[in-house]
């Protein structure tokens, strides 16, 4: 378990992608709780796993971050995004830029 995506779900026993969905558009707990009509320190439950969402609001995550309900909420330990966009390999790959493109410069 050395990968965070990895860690225990907490008391709800859901695994989700709050915390990384919010960052990657750049919203903070209070704006995603404003958007959810709930308090902003149930984001902060939700995204350590200490608090299970109703239907109500797991669907209404699901369509702020403009994913399926599966996308933002597991059962399972969810793989990392790059890893299910990209690949395996792709994620593990330390570099992004070709190696001759500095020579063509």
Request: aromatic share 8%.
């Amino acid at each position: 378990m050395n990968n965070a995506q990895d860690k225990a779900p907490g008391e709800s026993g859901l695994y989700n992608r709050i915390a990384v969905l919010r960052a990657e558009r750049g919203s903070s707990r209070q704006e995603l709780a404003d958007a959810m009509d709930v308090n902003y320190q149930t984001v902060g439950f939700l995204e350590r796993g200490d608090y299970g969402p109703s239907l109500k609001l797991a669907l209404g995550l699901a369509e702020y971050f403009g994913l399926p309900v599966e996308g933002v909420f597991s059962m399972r330990p969810l793989r990392a995004l790059s890893e299910q966009v990209y690949g395996a390999k792709a994620a593990r790959s330390t570099s992004a830029i070709e190696p001759d493109m500095e020579a063509e410069a």
